[in-house]
């Protein structure tokens, strides 16, 4: 039997996030898209091109979705009174932007896609992910360092580059997380361990994972 993913873990994920609006899918929620990009980069970005499929590229204009995309690879909380005004921030930090309409379905079946590709001074990424409502997110697809992850999407992500001498599942479940999926994804170059999580992590673990080198958290 298949099992399913709670994607919604209280009212507060339906009801939706405190927030700069208009709206919870197209702003909130694109505004965690681009903080998971910002967060799996690593560093500061340089530029950015962000394509939106289905919904999103129908209607990201009016519904203040450029905005809220550029607010997260900022590094700008949901509720930060800078939201409406990151395009004018972005410019004048020198981030060069780029926004692109597709007309076919989105590629991982889902209305509200947004495909960022984000590039720093050293690196660059690509994550893909979808607003499911209420300010919520998942992460379905990623490119870090050579290599292309498709994952289940719903967040806590964690990914590890593999060799760094600690045992991370354990400590993990020493948190009580529940680990939905784990995948080892490499190749000659790199070697990282992802795991899916089903619990949220607490401020205590994320304050102990922080402190982790080589590292990636997407939460």
Do not use: W
């Amino acid at each position: 039997m298949e099992e399913k993913v709670i994607n919604f873990r209280s009212c507060f994920d339906v009801i939706g996030p405190i927030m700069v609006g208009p709206s919870s899918s197209h702003t909130a929620g694109a505004l965690q898209i681009g903080l998971m990009a910002r967060a799996l980069l690593g560093e500061e970005p340089k530029k950015m091109i962000c394509v939106y499929y289905e919904s999103f590229a129908q209607t990201h204009k009016g519904h203040g979705t450029d905005f809220a995309i550029v607010s997260g690879i900022l590094g700008f909380s949901a509720d930060d009174t800078r939201v409406p005004d990151a395009l004018e921030i972005a410019e004048n930090k020198g981030l060069k932007i780029e926004f692109i309409e597709k007309q076919e379905n989105s590629p991982v079946n889902h209305a509200n896609t947004a495909d960022i590709y984000l590039y720093g001074e050293n690196k660059s990424i690509r994550l893909m992910g979808v607003s499911v409502g209420g300010g919520a997110i998942e992460v379905r697809y990623f490119e870090l360092e050579g290599l292309c992850v498709h994952v289940q999407g719903t967040l806590p992500i964690l990914i590890e580059r593999l060799g760094i001498q600690r045992d991370l599942k354990t400590l993990l479940e020493s948190h009580g997380m529940i680990i939905n999926n784990s995948q080892i994804v490499q190749n000659d170059m790199v070697s990282f361990q992802i795991f899916e999580l089903r619990t949220l992590l607490s401020p205590t673990l994320k304050a102990i994972l922080a402190d982790f080198p080589q590292l990636y958290m997407l939460a």
